[in-house]
């Protein structure tokens, strides 16, 4: 993989794509399925992975590739994949080292759909979840792992509750039971937070939000660190350190190195699930990704302006944003992402679940829609919409409570999101 020794701001504006003479300035789009070849031999060698090259755009394409190149350079990992969606990434995440009779630990605060892939859909697939609370002491976190536990798993701020990881804790334990730490950092971006640093061994980016950061495409992106020792644990990966019969015989570990685990997800996985993502899709994500620099510090700035604002109000009964004086995860925050988290809070109203409903019928500014982390302001009730799959149990131990509003703060003007907030809260009788 092309690595650049560059900072940040630079690998978003110029990393993935290096032109050479006469070729376009801005990335292209690869819009092919396949890729010619002039001969047979030169084909086959491409099958059983003896040469690197394209040849159908499920498995790999040049512009997807770019991209993926682009976020693990962000993230400082060695290798990297595109997917059709966050949700397919850490399906593939997981599936790529777990199968039926294994078992992974899962911080229970998590996005809802991902509870559902866990507690619902994996266990269909024979793979077991144990949640726990993420601000437990290591002790107790340590209890629920057993014999065939294979991955541990966190975002590092949770959606919707957003309670920021203590990412060496997770990752100590991780290590001390011999598994890797797979943490989504959808919500922070490798701007304000790289996982690696801490100590984490793969990174999951649902691409639809802040990378995007204009809602024109779902996408996930899995970015490997090449840290995790897996032929360590032979008999805990065998699916990376054993030969593959579907490729003759070949072993991942020893044919790709640290390009292993991206290698056989892409090879194996893509090849045989397929949601890969489309090159039209990856080419409006890196639009996304040359602006992320800019963008992420004015999502936190606005976001802190409009936090505060919610908290001078007599209507609003509580205020959840972690770089909140006060706030739960401050103190982690200011540790693992001193420069901001993101632009998404919480808040709730006095009166619950109805006044909520209201208040968002109100606003004509801030959008209600099914999203978070992109330019424009936007609101949800999760209890109502993207959680109304959980029951009240579920719900809390998410980090969900009924009142729970969730707000996405984009990058307009902040007093014009302010106002908009203001005049909805004025037409509540509730004070
Ligand atoms: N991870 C997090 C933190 C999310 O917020 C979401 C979606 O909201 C996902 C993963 C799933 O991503 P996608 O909607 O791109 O499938």
Redesign the pocket.
Known sequence: MEKEKRNLETICVQAGWTPKKGEPRVLPIYQSTTFKYETSDQMAKLFDLEESGYFYTRLQNPTNDAVANKIAQLEGGVAAMLTA??????FYAIFNICSAGDHLVSASA??G??FNLFGVTLKKLGIDVTFVDQDAPAEEIIKAFRPNTKVLFA?TI??PAMNVLDIEKFAKIAHSQGVPLIL?N??PTPINCRPFEWGADIV??????YMDGHATS???AIVDSGNFDWDAYPDKFPGLTQPDESYHGLTYTKSFGKGAYITKATVQLMRDLGSAQSPQNAFLINIGLETLHLRMPRHCENAVKVAEFLQSRPEVAWVNHPQLKGNKSYELAKKYMPDGTCGVMTFGLKGGREVSVNFMDNLKLVAIVT???DARTCVLHPASH?HRQLSDEQLIAAGVAPDLIRLSIGIENADDIIKDIEQALDQLSVK
């Open positions: 969606s966050g949700q397919a990434a850490i998590i996005y759909g991902t975002e949770s959606n989504d959808t919500f999951v980016h649902s691409t639809t939000k779902v996408g996930g999203h978070v982390a993207t």
